[in-house]
């Protein structure tokens, strides 16, 4: 079951990415419920820093699993990642650009706002 879906700023939760398909749920947004135990709830753009981080912190983002309906992903790509491993690669200022009207408030039992406005994608 879905938490509620709202953002950060405490408006509706828009849209993440769609090609790929990201979230917890593969719907495109950043949804979470009780069994995203990860908390897939930060919509951030791939950089290639952060995804050489998470690749060192044992978490391949790059290499394509087909068996999971999973592309792999690139720098550019938008993608639903777990608030710890957000904080983690912040901070060690390798944080990756976040898309605040697509990240749920629920990043926010993990991570400040202002660390979230500090990295957030400008339009």
Known sequence: ???????????PLQICGLKPK???FRDGCCHTGTHDVGSHTVCA???EEFLEFSLNKGNDLV????????????????????ALRW????EASVAPPVVLESTHKKALEVITLADLQYHALLA
């Open 63 to 82: 290499t394509p699993r087909p068996e999971y309906d999973f592309p792999g992903l690139k720098a550019g790509d938008r993608w639903c990642v777990c």
């Open 22 to 24: 990201t979230g917890f």
């Open 87 to 90: 904080l983690e690669a912040s």
């Open 45 to 47: 753009l791939m950089t």
């Open 1 to 11: 079951m879905k938490t509620e879906s709202l953002n950060v700023l405490g408006t």
